[in-house]
């Protein structure tokens, strides 16, 4: 960008990452540049949730109009189709406030020259905590503690504390992590601060670590009373926990989940569960979602904790995105290199 060049920024956000977090964020980086005129708009509401795909068809006109004129665009699940990128030919630049930019066109971006950008990292200390609460949770039974109570006034959930039901806690306890980058780190260090005996696998991670790091992914099932999924989900790892891995498990052991659903072959997990190879697990996320009428898993009652999908989800995580993806407009704006680009 050069001086005295108007910039027209549309923002447009969702039910978490507002429109207004990221005119905010977006007003306050590009002030600081002090080059020419920026206009923000954001004739759009909120948009509701859109299915992670690469086209979402279903708010096309919208964004168009919304875009008219407009060389940045900022959004969380805004729809940034072919027939979008063709018919805003002033758009340079596309931020997506979330991990991957899952609803652009990518090379439909990139035969158009514009610069498609993402916010990394944005989640990963909220889906830490969400994963060791969830582990908890799982382990200590608290779910099906509270239900009756909560729901009945009944005091049935009293019935875990007895030698039988009570669960188990994470002093001195054996839990393997599958993957260690951002969020499985995290996590790593938070067990290790409980006592827990933390084990690791990551073929692709090399240095210290907190824990054990463990050569083979069947070494860490056999010696794992908890396993906590962490791998990136690509064509190698999709169904990386099946039968034969669930086998592999100590009896009784605790399965959670809170990376990405289809790495976990949840018909597998299901056996598991009733012949109670594994004693519980806890998921966030699944290989269809919504959960569709026919899963197994709601009627395997307290043996899951299961939770829809909410392990980024805190304010923080929504104020982060906004800044960052700001951070990138304003990298932009200046004439700088962009951090998180992809075309």
Partial sequence: MTAGNSVRVVAAGDHFVL???????????????????????????????????????????????????AQVLVTQMGPVTERVLAACPDLRLVVVCRGGPVNVNLDAAERRDVRVCFAPGRNAAATAEFTVGLMLSALRRIPQAHEPLARRGSWEGATYYTYEQSGLELEDLSVGLVGYGAVGSRVARVLCAFGARVMVYDPYVHGEIHGLRVTSLDELLRRSRVISLHARLTPETRGLIGARELGLLPSGAVVVNVARGPLLDEDALCDALESGQVSAAALDTYEREPLPAGSRLPGLGDRVVLTPHLGGASRAVAEKAARIAAEEVGRWVRGEPLAHCLT
């Fill in 19 to 69: 429109p207004s977090l990221i005119t905010r964020a977006v007003r306050s980086e590009v002030e600081q540049a002090q080059v020419g005129e920026l206009t923000l708009g954001w004739p759009l509401e909120p948009f509701g949730p859109v299915a992670e795909v690469r086209e979402a068809s279903d708010a096309e006109d919208e964004m168009i109009e919304a875009l008219a004129g």
